[in-house]
C-alpha cells in the first residue's frame, strides 16, 4: 500500500511546469490568435458537451437492442425445444405403433381405435393412414377437431399416389429407400391449411410393408406448444423455405402482410428438418433517440450556443480581418510611398509643408527637416521664377488646378533644374472636412526628350513618304474613312477614299489582269492577328480614270487606335508595262528572225533536198517523152511512170509545205498539243540538215505522254536549233562515223522543285563545250560561231522560259575525257486535279524503268 500511495504522487510534481508552459505558449500568441482561441474554447467544450450525450442515448439504445436479442434467441429457443421434444414423443409412439402393423398384431379395426385414443390426446394430428408397399389404404382415421362433415364423408386425404411428384410421394419413397422415419416439407391440405406428414415405414422380416402416415397441422403445433409466457412477450412464427409465414402467434389483418420486425431469431424445426423455421421476433418498447424529449432540448440548447459563439467568433473574426486590413494598407501605402519614383508633398489650406517622401526628398536634394514645417516661397523654386511659382500655388490652394496637372520648373539643392509635373487633390479627414493638399511630382525631363524625339521622328517619316513616287494610303476597313495619304495620292486621287477602294477592288472604276481578277477579298473573315501577320498581295490594277496601271500591295494593319485598317502601296508601271510590250514584241521578231536565219543556214540543204525529187520528175517527163515518141511504151509502164512522178512531186511539196509553216509569221498561240508530233515534224525540218553532214538521229519519245500546253511552233524551233547545233558540232569536230550521231528523248520526269515535267534532250558525240562558254551560253549575241549571230540559244531560253519551263547543259565526261555535251530542256504538264495522282503514279513507274518499250527511228 505505500508504495501505491507514493506512485499515486509521483505525477503531481509536474503540473506547475505544464502551467507555466501553457502560460508561456499562450503569451507567445497574438492577440488575434488569442481571441481566436479563446472563442473557440466555448464552441469545443459545448460541441464536446453534445457529443457526450448522443453517445450516451446511442449506447443505452444498443444496450436494450442486445437484451431485446437475447430474449428473442432465448424464446425462440424454448418454443423449438418444446415442439421438438412432442414431435419426437410422438415419433417413438408411431415406431411401436408401426412395429405391431408390421407383426399383424393389430388389425385394421384396432389401428383405427388406436389412432382414435392417439389422436384424441395429441390435437396437433389431423388424421393417420395406413397403407401398404403399393400405396393401398388399410386404414385410415381422421381426429375428431378436424373431421368437418361427422354425418358424412371424411376429408380428402393427401395419399402418395405412383408417378406424382407430390410430397406425399416424395416423403413415402424416402421412408422405403432408408427404412426410417421421414418427415415431408410443409404443404397445403385439401383446406387450404398448412400441413406436413411423418411417414413411419412398415418393415416386415426385413421387407417393405408399407407405411404409417400422421399429418400434423403447422397451425396446431404452434397454437398448442408455442408457451404462453413466449407468445406474450414475442411473435413466435413458422416459415417455410421461401421465407412466407404458414402460421404465428400473432394473426394479421385480411389484405396486409407481416412487417419484419427489427430483432429476428431463426432455429429449425426438430427433429423434422423438412426446411421449416421457427422464427422469433421482437421490437424496442423504448422511445427512439429520435423521439426522447430531452435529447432534443439538450440539442435545440446546444444549437443555441453554438450560434451565439459562432456570432461572437463571426463579429471577432471581422474586426481582425478589418484590423488586419487596415495594418496592411498602412504598410502598403508607406512601401509604396518609399519605392516608388513620384514625389509626394502634403500641405496644409495655409501653405505649410507638412509631410514630403523619400522620392520627394531624393528629387530635390533637400531633406524632410529642411522641408516640413516651411512656407513659402519654398527652398526648391528656382529664383526667376519665385513669382511664377507663387501665382500657381495660389491657384492650387484656391482649387483651381487643372486636372492635367501643371508643368513648372525645380530647382535641385545643388541648384541644378528640372522639368516636373505637378498633380494635386484634397485632404479629407474623417469628418468630411477638407484639411490640406496632397501634390504628386513627377520628373518628366526624360519623357519630354523622348517626346521631342518622337515629334522629329515622325517629320521625318512623313517626310519620307511625302517624297515617295509611291501612292501609299490607309483605309478603315469597318468605317471606310481614309486615315493617311500621301502626296503621290492627293495628287492622283484628291483626299477622296473612292480611290483606295478602286485600287483594292472594292468599288468600280478598275480592273484588274486576268490571272489576278478577283472580286472577293481571300483575307475576309479572318481574325484580326491573322491579318495584320499576313504579307502583301501584289497584283497589277489598271485605273480607267487615270489611264494607268498600278502595281497594287496590300496589307492589313491595326492603327493607332485599335482599328483594323488596310494599308495599299500603289507605283505606276505604265511605262514599265509599255516596255514589256515592246520586249515582246521585239522577241516575237527575233523568233521569227531566228527560224528564217536558221532556214538561210539551211538553204543549200533545203535546195539539195529539193533537188533530189526535181531530177527525178525531170528524168521521169524526158524518159517517157522519149518512149511516147518512139511509141515504145505500154499503158501500164506509163501510169507507173506518172505515179512516181508524181510521188516525187508530192516530196518536194511537203518539204517547201514544212518550211513554210516553220518559217510563217504567227501570233504566239498556245495550245493543248502532242510532243511526239512536235518531235516528228522537228526531225523532218532536222534531217535535211543532218542528211547533208552524214548525221544519224536516234529518237526515243515515251508512250502515253500526256498533252502539254505550249505554242508548238515555238518548241519545234527550240528542238530543230539544238538538233542543227549538235549536228555543226558534229561536222566541224571532223568526227569518225562511229561518233556521228545524235541521240533525242522525250520522257516524262517528276521532280520536288517542278513536279509532273516533260523532259526533251538533245545528247551529242561532240567534242563538248568549255567551261568559259558554258558559263556565258545564254547571253545575247554571244556565239562560238565565226558566222553566229548569238541569239540561237539565247531565244531558245527565252521561249521555254515563257513557258515556264527550264533549260540546262552539261558536258558528258568518260573519266576526265569529255564525249559529247547534252542539252535539255523540261516543259510542266498542266492537268486537271483529278489526274495528278495518276500522272505522278505514271512519272514513276517510268523513272523506275526507263528503258520499257523504247521507240527508236534511225534516219
Known amino acids: 500500500m505505500p508504495s501505491l500511495t507514493d506512485t499515486s504522487q509521483q505525477p503531481a510534481p509536474p503540473r506547475p511546469g505544464a502551467k507555466r508552459l501553457f502560460g508561456r505558449w499562450w503569451r507567445s500568441q497574438s492577440p488575434a490568435r488569442q481571441d481566436r482561441f479563446a472563442t473557440l474554447g466555448p464552441l469545443l467544450s459545448v460541441l464536446l458537451f453534445l457529443a457526450a450525450i448522443i453517445s450516451a442515448f446511442w449506447y443505452l439504445r444498443n444496450e436494450e437492442i442486445e437484451r431485446e436479442t437475447e430474449s428473442v434467441k432465448r424464446d425462440t429457443e424454448i418454443t423449438q425445444q418444446q415442439i421438438g421434444l412432442r414431435l419426437i414423443q410422438n415419433q417413438e409412439a408411431l415406431i411401436r405403433m408401426a412395429r405391431e402393423l408390421a407383426t399383424r398384431v393389430t388389425d385394421a379395426d384396432s389401428f383405427v381405435g388406436q389412432a382414435e385414443a392417439f389422436t384424441r390426446e395429441r390435437p396437433e394430428i389431423t388424421h393417420m393412414t395406413w397403407i401398404d408397399a403399393r400405396r393401398s389404404v388399410m386404414a385410415s382415421h381422421w381426429a375428431m377437431l378436424y373431421y368437418l362433415n361427422p354425418g358424412g364423408d371424411a376429408p380428402e386425404t393427401a395419399l402418395p399416389v405412383d408417378g406424382r411428384g407430390n410430397e406425399p410421394e416424395a416423403t413415402f419413397r424416402a421412408a422405403r429407400e432408408s427404412r426410417s422415419p421421414a418427415y415431408s416439407r410443409a404443404f397445403a391440405d385439401s383446406t387450404g391449411a398448412a400441413v406436413f406428414q411423418l411417414h413411419v415405414p412398415l418393415i416386415e422380416q426385413g421387407v417393405f410393408a408399407g407405411t404409417l402416415i400422421t399429418e400434423y397441422s403447422v397451425e396446431a403445433l404452434v397454437r398448442h406448444f408455442v408457451p404462453a409466457d413466449v407468445a406474450q412477450r414475442h411473435m413466435i412464427s413458422v416459415v417455410d423455405e421461401q421465407q412466407q409465414p404458414l402460421a404465428a402467434t400473432v394473426t394479421t389483418l385480411p389484405g396486409q402482410g407481416s412487417r419484419r420486425a427489427p430483432i429476428v431469431s431463426e432455429a429449425p424445426l426438430t427433429p423434422a428438418l423438412n426446411g421449416l423455421l421457427l422464427r422469433g421476433q421482437g421490437w424496442r418498447t423504448s422511445i427512439g433517440l429520435i423521439s426522447n424529449t430531452l435529447f432534443w432540448m439538450v440539442l435545440a440548447l446546444s444549437v443555441l450556443t453554438v450560434w451565439m459563439l459562432l456570432g461572437t467568433w463571426r463579429h471577432m473574426r471581422r474586426r481582425a480581418q478589418i484590423q488586419g486590413a487596415l495594418v496592411q494598407e498602412t504598410n502598403f501605402r508607406r512601401a509604396m510611398e518609399n519605392s516608388m519614383p513620384t514625389g509626394m508633398r502634403a500641405m496644409d489650406l495655409d501653405g505649410r509643408i507638412t509631410y514630403v517622401n523619400a522620392a520627394f526628398c531624393q528629387m530635390t536634394g533637400f531633406t524632410q527637416g529642411e522641408l516640413v514645417g516651411r512656407l513659402p516661397p519654398y527652398p526648391y523654386w528656382p529664383p526667376d521664377r519665385v513669382e511664377e511659382n507663387g501665382r500657381l500655388l495660389q491657384q492650387e490652394l484656391q482649387g483651381r488646378s487643372p486636372s492635367g496637372g501643371i508643368e513648372v520648373k525645380v530647382m535641385r539643392k545643388d541648384g541644378t533644374q528640372f522639368d516636373a509635373r505637378m498633380y494635386i487633390s484634397p485632404l479629407i479627414d474623417p469628418k468630411g472636412q477638407q484639411t490640406g493638399w496632397m501634390t504628386s511630382v513627377t520628373n518628366i525631363t526624360e519623357a519630354k526628350r523622348i517626346r521631342d524625339q518622337l515629334s522629329a521622328s515622325h517629320e521625318r517619316f512623313t517626310t519620307v513618304l511625302e517624297g515617295l513616287d509611291a501612292s501609299v494610303s490607309v483605309l478603315s476597313v469597318q468605317q471606310g474613312e481614309l486615315l493617311f495619304c500621301n502626296r503621290s495620292y492627293r495628287l492622283w486621287f484628291g483626299a477622296d477614299a473612292r480611290g483606295h477602294q478602286q485600287m483594292a477592288g472594292s468599288v468600280e472604276g478598275a480592273h484588274f489582269k486576268p490571272e489576278d481578277d478577283d472580286d472577293v477579298d481571300a483575307m475576309s473573315g479572318l481574325p484580326t492577328q491573322q491579318l495584320t501577320e499576313t504579307g502583301a498581295n501584289p497584283r497589277e490594277v489598271f485605273v480607267a480614270s487615270l489611264q494607268k496601271w498600278f502595281d497594287v500591295r496590300a496589307r492589313y494593319l491595326q492603327w493607332t487606335d485599335g482599328r483594323l485598317a488596310q494599308m495599299l502601296i500603289a507605283t505606276d508601271i505604265t511605262a514599265r508595262l509599255h516596255a514589256e510590250e515592246q520586249t515582246a514584241a521585239q522577241a516575237e521578231k527575233a523568233q521569227v528572225t531566228s527560224r528564217l536565219v536558221t532556214m538561210g543556214e539551211m538553204a543549200s540543204s533545203v535546195a539539195h533536198e529539193l533537188n533530189q525529187p526535181l531530177t527525178a520528175i525531170t528524168n521521169y517527163c524526158n524518159g517517157m517523152v522519149s518512149r511516147v515518141r518512139a511509141d515504145t511504151i505500154e499503158r501500164e509502164d506509163l ?70 500546253m505550249v505554242d508548238p511552233i515555238l518548241i519545234e524551233q527550240v528542238v530543230l536549233n ?53 558559263g556565258r551560253l545564254y547571253e545575247a549575241f554571244f556565239s562560238t560561231k565565226a558566222e553566229g549571230l548569238g541569239i540561237g540559244l539565247s531565244l531558245c531560253r527565252t521561249i521555254v522560259e515563257s513557258h515556264r519551263g527550264r533549260m540546262k547543259a552539261q558536258n558528258i565526261y568518260n573519266g576526265e575525257l569529255t564525249v559529247g555535251c547534252r542539252f535539255a530542256f523540261t516543259l510542266p504538264v498542266d492537268l486537271p486535279a483529278r489526274q495528278h495522282a495518276e500522272t505522278d503514279s505514271a512519272f514513276a513507274q517510268f523513272e523506275a524503268a526507263p528503258s520499257t518499250n523504247p521507240t527508236a527511228v534511225s534516219e
Not at 518550211?659 to 525540218?685: G, T
Not at 558525240?765 to 562558254?773: A, F, I, N, Q
Open 639 to 708: 501510169v507507173a511512170a506518172l505515179q512516181k512522178t508524181a510521188r516525187q512531186a508530192e516530196r518536194a511539196g511537203q518539204i517547201i509545205r514544212r518550211i513554210r509553216a516553220f518559217v510563217k509569221r504567227s501570233e504566239p498561240q498556245r495550245q493543248p498539243a502532242q510532243a511526239r508530233q512536235i518531235i516528228d515534224d522537228a526531225v523532218d525540218l532536222a534531217g535535211i540538215e543532218l542528211r547533208r553532214r552524214s548525221v544519224t538521229i536516234h529518237t526515243y519519245v515515251a508512250q502515253r505522254l500526256p498533252l502539254i
Open 722 to 774: 539544238l538538233l542543227k547545233n549538235a549536228a555543226e558540232a558534229i561536222d566541224s569536230a571532223q568526227l569518225p562515223p562511229a561518233r556521228r550521231h545524235i541521240e533525242l528523248r522525250v520522257v516524262p520526269r517528276h521532280t520536288p522543285d517542278e513536279g509532273g515535267v516533260i523532259e526533251f534532250s538533245v545528247t551529242d558525240m561532240g567534242p563538248g563545250l568549255k567551261d568559259e562558254v558554258i
